[in-house]
């Protein structure tokens, strides 16, 4: 069969993938310098390496796509390894038999997951950890960071051997690409922080840094007092012409509705569906389906042991005609399906095997040979991630309009990812792409301790109340009255936890510290604010009122005749108290009302469970909180839950503007009074604190009594002036009740989409930093650095306090059209002390 070319005469193979986007926006690589490949004297070209796209991004036209990183495109698995176990024996000649021998590799999610461990494979000797995205129940993080361009949530550091990251031989940090560097030099410092190094290795496919980027990571090695050395396969930078940003944006906007579906054509010899052949690998037992937990030499000999055997049940799979194959990864799963697709090429199992993964990161999709991403499969999550549902993404695995496609996939996923979700998605979308679709399940490797940690916390006899066994109430904590609530918290007021927001927001993205380990100042309304307040009570004490009732009867009907109240503190806890109240009023019940902590990444406090376990029917137990954002708090819970059996993981909330929980008092996104202030209007608590040198094991989360604040709360009379309009608004409660018992009110996740959709709108690219809602902006202008305000056009009062601190803060306030709530705060994106406005000046201090 004579090779398809092109208008210009060049075959499709030899057409650059980055040549589409350079012709059009001008952008050039310019090759450099980054040292020779092995058994080589030349370095391989950028354009051997990379290929260009293009993503809706308003900070950054362009988009570079490794050829060999076994991601975005299908490449030969030897190719793939090749590359990583290269980088690997680089590091090892640069280092020297005996510090390769004392050597740590920790590779970055998701695109590094695989790389990473290529280089330790090349390295020799060393063991490998890869951050991970996904919490596992009963493992505790040994660190992590944020990503300001992730597309997902915090990085997690989750060995098994808590000393692996503790010594002192060199420390090799592994991702795709080496830009500007932020990433790799924030982990860098919070790990050299916990634990001093003298040497440190950045290994990359690629290094594109500027001048100054360079000079920045000489300076840095300096002020660590470390040595710092950079490998990559090749060296170089990106030219962009002026005005680049405005034509990509323009391109995306022109072609972004065509690659909607651009799923590609159907294969001409595919009339139906192909059917789904399941294998389950006899992987060996207790050995790690990748890095997540550490990976170690020892394992290493294992899964080569194993791997003949594993190819052959593939190969049997195949049959005898497979034709050209694709074995597609999963996310960070990325190790496990090369070596696989590796052991099959070389064993000739095929006359083709390519080898790609599945990913996060959403990139246009332009069916051209000059373009490195020509065909999208669009797919829903199958892992229940923790950051909440969204889109995934298999590119140039369905066949293009000129080109070959796949006669069998090979989709290899770990035992938490085969859901039913996987067979109506992923699985769905690949069937009528290629004749055949062969799914290999590894067993996902939990650490045996997790596994009994676990098993215990399922077990009744092991429900031992933790060492505070009375809740903490008012007047002594708090300035609820004390049949109020029960505060399942420990007192932490004698401890200085504050710190200045502006470096708490930068503790907080470089990584360096979770939210949840300090607290932010707390603000000091001004007499105008204060106005505002009043204001704002006066004008929706009866919409509030309405909707505690409305939520308040939903739950006695549906969930429990005597249901026992536990608040997500602190903002749970007023909407908490004004239902006990509405019980109280309309029923005469004396409900138990507690407030718990729960911190996003790290979980609901599990020994605050246990202590409602202990006491209560864990059937009764309904989860309050003031309100839904984008719903990622819904799913922490959930997700937490699931260690603790009998508790109903579903929350309810006053207002759930992002359709994320059925039970709800409205779906309307409008001013909460309570949430435009910190602790004066919740019982004068901060928020909760989770550390570990102040939280036990046997302790329950922390929070602080503001005393001193006594003058300026407004608890009790925010509570006083809602409860005051229960009789004005029991009627229409009545008749909202019967109609919501009778509709349908399963959540549509509308919400998250959209915080998706503004995230890379907007070049976020952290759903993290995107705050959807009055509630949740207000606490963006309240606790973080924010970059701006985006405001429902011709939203009325309800934003009147958002306008007053967005202009206290130097914010600006941008009106959109479409936007599905009243208003969503950004955090600033790329912060640095003083850069939060959008201009990126430091905002004027009030």
Same mark, same amino acid.
């Given at each position: 069969m004579p090779k398809q070319t092109t208008r210009k005469g060049k075959t499709i193979d030899e057409v650059w993938s980055g040549t589409w986007v350079a012709d059009r926006l001008g952008v050039a690589l310019h090759d450099g310098e980054a040292g020779p490949r092995p058994g080589t004297r030349l370095s391989p070209r950028l354009n051997e390496l990379l290929g260009l796209a293009l993503r809706r991004n308003p900070k950054r036209a362009h988009l570079l796509v490794s050829q060999v990183l076994g991601k975005h495109v299908p490449q030969s698995p030897r190719t793939v390894y090749a590359a990583g176990y290269g980088l690997g024996e680089r590091v090892r000649a640069l280092l020297g038999e005996d510090a390769a021998a004392a050597a740590v590799v920790l590779g970055y999610a998701e695109t590094a997951t695989g790389l990473g461990? =290529?280089?330790?494979?090349?390295?020799?000797?060393?063991?490998?950890? @890869?951050?991970? %995205?996904?919490?596992?129940?009963?493992?505790?993080?040994a660190g992590g960071f944020e990503e300001a361009h992730s597309h997902a949530t915090s990085h997690l550091l989750l060995p098994e051997d808590r000393e692996l990251l503790a010594g002192e031989g060199p420390l090799v940090l592994v991702d795709d690409e080496f830009s500007t560097g932020n990433t790799v030099l924030n982990t860098i410092r919070d790990l050299h922080a916990r634990h001093p190094r003298h040497h440190y290795v950045v290994v990359a496919l690629v290094d594109m840094r500027s001048p100054a980027d360079r000079d920045r990571l000489t300076a840095f090695a300096a002020e660590l007092g470390a040595r710092v050395d950079l490998i990559a396969l090749a060296s170089g930078t990106v030219s962009l012409p002026d005005g680049v940003l405005a034509k990509g944006q323009a391109l995306v906007e022109e072609y972004e509705p065509a690659a909607a579906g651009s799923c590609g054509p159907m294969p001409p010899t595919v009339s139906t569906p192909?059917?789904?052949? !399941?294998?389950?690998?006899?992987?060996?037992?207790?050995?790690?389906?990748? +890095?997540?937990?550490?990976?170690?030499?020892?394992?290493?000999?294992?899964?080569?042991? &194993?791997?003949?055997?594993?190819?052959?049940?593939?190969?049997?799979?195949l049959g005898t005609q497979p034709g !050209?194959?694709?074995?597609? +990864?999963?996310?960070?799963?990325?190790?496990?399906?090369?070596?696989?697709?590796?052991?099959?090429?070389?064993?000739?199992?095929?006359?083709e095997v390519r080898f790609s993964s599945t990913t996060r990161s959403p990139v246009l999709a332009v069916d051209d040979p000059g373009y490195a991403i020509r065909t999208r499969l669009v797919f829903p999550a199958?892992?229940?991630?923790?950051?909440?549902?969204?889109? %995934?993404?298999?590119?140039?695995?369905?066949?293009?309009?000129?080109?070959?496609?796949?006669?069998?996939?090979?989709?290899?996923? /770990?035992?938490?990812?085969?859901?039913?979700?996987? @067979?109506?998605?992923l699985l769905a979308a690949l069937a009528p792409h290629t004749g055949r679709v062969v799914l290999a399940v590894v067993p996902s490797y939990v650490p045996p301790m997790a596994s009994l940690a676990s098993l215990l916390s399922r077990t009744p006899d092991h429900r031992q109340e933790p060492t505070m066994t009375e809740p903490l109430r008012g007047p002594a904590f708090s300035s609820y009255a004390p049949? /109020?609530?029960?505060?399942?918290?420990?007192?932490? $007021?004698?401890? !200085?936890?504050?710190?200045?927001?502006?470096? %708490?927001?930068?503790? #907080?993205?470089?990584?360096?510290?979770?939210?949840?380990?300090?607290?932010?100042?707390?603000?000091?309304? $001004?007499?105008?604010?204060?106005?505002?307040?009043?204001? &704002?009570?006066?004008a929706s004490a009866a919409r509030v009122a309405r909707a505690?009732?409305?939520?308040?009867?939903?739950?006695?009907?549906? %969930? $429990?005749?005597?249901?026992?109240?536990?608040?997500?503190?602190? &903002?749970?806890?007023?909407? +908490?108290?004004?239902?006990r109240r509405w019980a109280s009023a309309r029923h005469g019940l004396d409900l138990p009302h507690y407030?718990?902590?729960?911190?996003?990444?790290?979980? #609901?406090?599990?020994?605050?469970? !246990?202590?409602?376990?202990?006491? @209560? /029917?864990?059937?009764?137990?309904?989860?309050?909180?003031?309100w839904t954002g984008k719903g990622a708090i819904t799913r922490e819970l959930k997700a937490a839950l699931a260690e603790f059996p009998g508790?109903?993981?579903? #929350?309810?909330?006053?207002?759930?503007? +992002?359709? =994320?929980v059925p039970t709800y008092g409205t779906r309307e996104d409008f001013l909460i009074p309570s949430a435009c202030l910190n602790s004066t209007v919740s019982g004068l608590i901060s928020r909760t604190v989770l550390r570990s040198d102040l939280v036990g094991p046997d302790d329950f989360h922390g929070a602080k009594f503001y005393r001193e604040l006594a003058g300026a709360d407004v608890s009790v009379a925010f509570v006083d002036a809602v409860a005051a309009r229960f009789d004005d608004v029991a009627d229409a409660v009545g008749e909202e009740v019967k109609e919501l018992l009778a509709a349908d009110r399963t959540p549509t996740w509308e919400g998250w989409a959209a915080v998706e959709r503004i995230s890379e709108e907007y070049g976020i690219h952290d759903v993290n930093l995107v705050k959807p809602g009055v509630g949740e902006t207000t606490r963006v202008l309240l606790r973080r650095v924010p970059w701006k305000i985006l405001a429902q056009r011709g939203a009325g009062a309800d934003l009147d306090h958002v306008r007053l601190l967005a202009e206290q803060r130097g914010v600006p306030v941008e009106e959109v059209d479409g936007l599905p709530y009243t208003c969503v705060g950004l955090i600033h994106p790329r912060f640095t002390r003083g850069a939060t406005g959008a201009d990126g000046k430091a905002v004027a201090s009030k």
């Open positions: 461990h =290529c280089v330790a494979d090349g390295l020799g000797h060393a063991p490998y950890l @890869h951050s991970t %995205r996904r919490p596992v129940p009963g493992v505790a993080a192909a059917p789904v052949l !399941r294998v389950d690998l006899d992987w060996p037992h207790g050995l790690p389906d990748g +890095g997540r937990h550490g990976f170690t030499p020892a394992h290493r000999r294992r899964l080569e042991a &194993a791997l003949p055997a594993l190819a052959a049940q593939l190969t049997a799979a !050209r194959v694709l074995v597609l +990864g999963n996310e960070e799963l990325m190790y496990a399906p090369l070596r696989l697709a590796k052991a099959l090429e070389e064993a000739g199992a095929a006359p199958h892992d229940a991630p923790a950051d909440g549902p969204g889109d %995934r993404y298999a590119y140039n695995v369905a066949r293009p309009a000129h080109g070959t496609g796949f006669d069998t996939v090979v989709a290899v996923v /770990d035992s938490a990812g085969d859901t039913p979700e996987l @067979h109506t998605g049949e /109020d609530v029960g505060w399942l918290l420990q007192d932490l $007021s004698g401890v !200085r936890l504050e710190a200045p927001t502006e470096e %708490r927001e930068e503790a #907080i993205q470089a990584g360096g510290a979770h939210y949840a380990e300090s607290l932010p100042v707390e603000y000091q309304p $001004s007499p105008e604010y204060q106005e505002l307040y009043r204001s &704002a009570l006066t505690v009732g409305t939520v308040t009867e939903t739950v006695l009907a549906e %969930r $429990s005749p005597s249901p026992v109240l536990v608040s997500l503190a602190r &903002a749970g806890t007023p909407v +908490g108290v004004l239902m407030a718990v902590s729960i911190v996003r990444g790290r979980g #609901i406090d599990a020994n605050a469970l !246990r202590w409602l376990a202990a006491h @209560h /029917d864990p059937a009764d137990v309904v989860f309050v909180d003031g508790f109903d993981p579903e #929350i309810v909330v006053l207002a759930d503007p +992002g359709s =994320c």
